[in-house]
């Protein structure tokens, strides 16, 4: 069956414009997470969500990043006025309810601010 | 504050060798320890994990060893093989039936020389 989908996988895009980044999780998953990798680093939380709500936005990184899901299903992952340090790869990932079900990541899309 | 710290950084290990990659971490709630897998290019996949009532898990050449009071866990590769060069991470997590918001360590690039 169709895996996470991550959309666009590459973004170029020069300081202080706006991105979108699309996830697609796998149909039937409630909960939806967003992580950020860095070059060669580890994997940086971002939000989850459940559902269509967010219990946990612990991990943006400032109030220029937001998400939204939407039926339960597609989020979007919005950084405004993007600057240089923003450059990453950012994954996507879902996951069935249960207990510590494992996590499903889409390929990610690599974000470059010029 | 880094909860689940991983070393090496990177490793170099002849075709046939045992690659070792150690985890330690320092939340005591966490109950629940996954290894993820990444190629290049690609989002992470669960490798294999383990629950801390036992203290090692097989799963073919992948076995995983986990030592509750000095709050480590390791990945050992037997019989390492040029297709299992990837980057490994570590990660943990607790009991939720919600969701699964793993805390990821910093990643292991191996590289299996044949």
């Known amino acids: 069956g169709a895996g996470v989908s991550q959309s666009p996988s590459n973004k170029v895009t020069e300081k202080g414009k706006d991105v979108e980044l699309r996830c697609d999780p796998i149909?039937?998953?409630?909960?939806l997470y967003w992580y950020r990798q860095s070059l060669g680093q580890g994997l940086e939380f971002l939000i989850y969500?459940?559902?269509?709500?967010?219990?946990?936005k612990s991990g943006l990184p400032s109030d220029r990043f937001s998400a939204e899901r939407t039926g339960g299903s597609v989020s979007t992952l919005t950084i405004q006025r993007t600057q240089q340090e923003d450059s990453a790869v950012y994954l996507c990932?879902?996951?069935?309810?249960?207990?510590?079900?494992?996590?499903?990541f889409g390929n990610g899309t690599r974000l470059t601010v010029t | 504050q880094q909860q689940v710290k991983q070393s090496p950084q990177s490793l170099i290990v002849q075709k046939g060798g045992i690659s070792i990659i150690n985890c330690a971490y320092e939340n005591t709630a966490f109950d629940y320890f996954p290894w993820y897998q990444q190629f290049p290019g690609k989002g992470p996949a669960l490798l294999i994990a383990i629950r801390p009532d036992v203290s090692e898990k097989k799963e073919g050449r992948f076995t995983i060893s986990f030592n509750k009071s000095a709050k480590q866990f390791s990945l050992h590769i037997m019989d390492s093989q040029p297709g299992d060069s990837a980057t490994y991470f570590c990660?943990?997590?607790?009991?939720?039936?919600?969701?699964?918001?793993?805390?990821f360590g910093g990643g292991t690039r191996l590289m299996v020389k044949p």
């Open positions: 990932a879902s996951s069935s309810q249960g207990d510590n079900s494992p996590l499903h």
């Open positions: 969500f459940q559902g269509n709500s967010a219990p946990d």
């Open positions: 990660a943990a997590s607790k009991r939720n039936n919600a969701g699964n918001m793993l805390t």
């Open positions: 149909s039937g998953h409630t909960a």
